[in-house]
């Protein structure tokens, strides 16, 4: 079966088809030069101005129409523009479009998130039974770290005599919403960091795992402690992090964190809400006028914590409006939260459909933020100088 959004996007696709059968480009590899045409104040509605050879916001009616790093994504939920296909970002900046600095210390970067990373559309039963829960992303957490994904929030249940990653509710994991044994999460984790080796991963743990040393044990088996970077090695109360290029010399490339506060000092995985804030998630998250702190979070404001993770998707996972949530409203929230954060720059953006968007999307967010943080200026794939003032760009 299709999902909506998919029928929406094929039905877009045909009528595109039907009148603009002539505008297909050939792909060009790792042609990334069409990304700086946006300038930050361009609204993405009328992207359809920018043409290039497959560039940013080029009319398509297929992803081989695209340059790399783009494919042919139809927003009709950004209104009547939308409907007009047009390659759209699938990928983070890759390193190679801008010199990427690593000595400043991990908390002034800014990662792409997902949200529920393994609550995956079309994810084939592994309990034997149909799932019947709320879907959030449509690719794999592989594929996810290959287009630059960095945060990747897993919910970890007791479940079958092992850990698994569910969707569910009560803290108790059923059948219909179990998706798969962590450990196959974990293994997709270990083959990225294995061929990766200056990439850091953050693992945000929506733990009821309450098997004694259940979490330890997982990651033990999984091989990953090699990567994990221990808590003692964490700076706490507000504190710089080490440096992105200390932890990767370190091997420190695996940062786990659990919302349960006792198993920091059973286990040795870190309390996030010692070293992060998080804005409320859900539809009150979505309130572009404020920045509420989450339930068990500090304040945003607390500066004793010195990483930032903004949530920035609806209560129900919503695939067709997402690719207009992942924009302007994504791109307001950014200040908004800047500013309750004691104007520090978020961390981790985390997304539903992280793809999804009317043109930059989660991925430009990225660009704003790391260009805030690393270099003072708008993007950080444009020359930077610090006599750059932040403009909000919507
Ligand atoms: C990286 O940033 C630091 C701190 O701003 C600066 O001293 C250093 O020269 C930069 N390195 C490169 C290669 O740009
Ligand atoms: C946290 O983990 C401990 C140890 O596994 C467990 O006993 C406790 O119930 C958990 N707390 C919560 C709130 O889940
Ligand atoms: C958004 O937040 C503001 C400030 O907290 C509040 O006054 C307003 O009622 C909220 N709007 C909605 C729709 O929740
Ligand atoms: C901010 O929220 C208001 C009220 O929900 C909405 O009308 C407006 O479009 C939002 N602004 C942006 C830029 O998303």
Known sequence: MLAPST?????????VFLTFF???????????????????TDNPDNMLKLRGEGGLGTPCFSDSACASGLYCFACPAAGASGFQPKCTRCRITPTSAFPKNTSLPFN?????????????????SESGVPIITFFNQEDSV???LNNGVRGLMLDMYDFRNDIWLCHSFR??????????PASKTLAEIKTFLDSNPTEVITIFIEDYVTSPNGLTSLFSKAGLMKYWMPVAAM????????????MIQRNHRLLVFTQNSTKEATEGVAFQWRYTTENQYGDDGMNNSSCLKRG???????????????????????????????SDGLFKMLSTCYAASGNR?????????????????AFRALDRLNGQMECGCEDVTKTCTVSHVWRTFV
């Open 7 to 15: 029928m929406v996007r094929r039905t877009a696709l045909l009528l």
């Open 235 to 246: 700076p706490s109360y507000g504190r710089l992090w080490p440096t992105l290029q200390t």
């Open 142 to 144: 592989l594929e996810q």
């Open 22 to 40: 002539n505008n297909g480009h050939a792909a060009s590899d790792e042609d990334f030069s069409n990304l700086a045409i946006l300038s930050p």
């Open 296 to 326: 068990g979070s500090p304040a945003m404001s607390d500066m004793s914590r010195s990483l930032i993770v903004q949530n920035y998707f609806p209560s129900n996972p919503n695939p067709i409006n997402a690719c207009k949530h992942n």
């Open 108 to 124: 002034k970067y800014a990662w792409l998130t997902t949200h529920n990373s393994f609550a995956i559309f079309g994810s084939p």
């Open 345 to 361: 720059w978020s961390n981790y953006i985390a997304v539903d459909f992280y793809k999804r968007s009317t043109g930059g999307g």
């Open 171 to 180: 803290g108790v994991c059923y059948d219909f919403t179990a998706f798969r």
